[in-house]
T-cell receptor
Framework: ETGVTQSPTHLIKTRGQQVTLRCSSQSGHNTVSWYQQALGQGPQFIFQYYREEENGRGNFPPRFSGLQFPNYSSELNVNALELDDSALYLC?????????????FGPGTRLLVL | AQTVTQSQPEMSVQEAETVTLSCTYDTSESDYYLFWYKQPPSRQMILVIRQEAYKQQNATENRFSVNFQKAAKSFSLKISDSQLGDAAMYFCAYRRLRSGSARQLTFGSGTQLTVLP
């Protein structure tokens, strides 16, 4: 039990729709990272937020966007959904303290795009 | 760019025996962190063990230990006295140390561990 929660647990959308996934960070954490995990693969970094600002981005198009709120919870938004967006979306929270920063993961949201 | 390679897609071990999972990585940096995460069928990624590259001593956490060979860029995980609950997908991950940049994890492709009763 990491204290990181995500909602919803499962979601089914159709191609072209938009989706919002939510993450609640572990208490005391100020950084949140989002990852996409396709079936049978390791997670791929989407982006990271630190104190409400995007602090780095992986190789994902602009239709993947995010927000971090003052309470450090976060949202991942995906516009114009494509079939390849079907995956497990993981968020991870951490406390940035200058070096030792371990990411703790939520249980994930399984997105299916039809 | 950093890459992490796990060359064993699947491994199996008898309950109470010892198993070693392999991981190699490629980086031009001298300071970084390495991690092993476990992902059971419940999907939640759980931290197993962490190693700081500047530390010579190999990390241990109860039945889990690592063999960190910095020059060879190798980071293997040893699980002793394997238990049925150890069955999961295991991911090796790398994170750069440098401040001011995103501290994202770079993952390998995973090793599916089966524990046989």
């Amino acid at each position: 039990e990491t204290g990181v929660t995500q909602s919803p647990t499962h979601l089914i959308k159709t191609r072209g729709q938009q989706v919002t996934l939510r993450c609640s960070s572990q208490s005391g954490h100020n950084t949140v990272s989002w990852y996409q995990q396709a079936l049978g693969q390791g997670p791929q970094f989407i982006f990271q937020y630190y104190r409400e600002e995007e602090n780095g981005r992986g190789n994902f198009p602009p239709r993947f966007s995010g927000l971090q709120f003052p309470n450090y919870s976060s949202e991942l938004n995906v516009n114009a959904l494509e079939l390849d967006d079907s995956a497990l979306y993981l968020c991870a929270s951490s406390y940035r303290d200058g070096g030792q920063e371990t990411q703790y993961f939520g249980p994930g949201t399984r997105l299916l795009v039809l | 760019a950093q890459t992490v390679t796990q060359s064993q897609p699947e491994m199996s071990v008898q309950e109470a025996e010892t198993v070693t999972l392999s991981c190699t990585y490629d980086t031009s940096e001298s300071d970084y962190y390495l991690f092993w995460y476990k992902q059971p069928p419940s999907r939640q990624m759980i931290l197993v063990i962490r190693q700081e590259a500047y530390k010579q001593q190999n990390a241990t956490e109860n039945r889990f230990s690592v063999n960190f060979q910095k020059a060879a860029k190798s980071f293997s995980l040893k699980i002793s006295d394997s238990q049925l609950g150890d069955a999961a997908m295991y991911f090796c991950a790398y994170r750069r140390l440098r401040s001011g940049s995103a501290r994202q994890l770079t993952f390998g492709s995973g090793t599916q561990l089966t524990v046989l009763p």
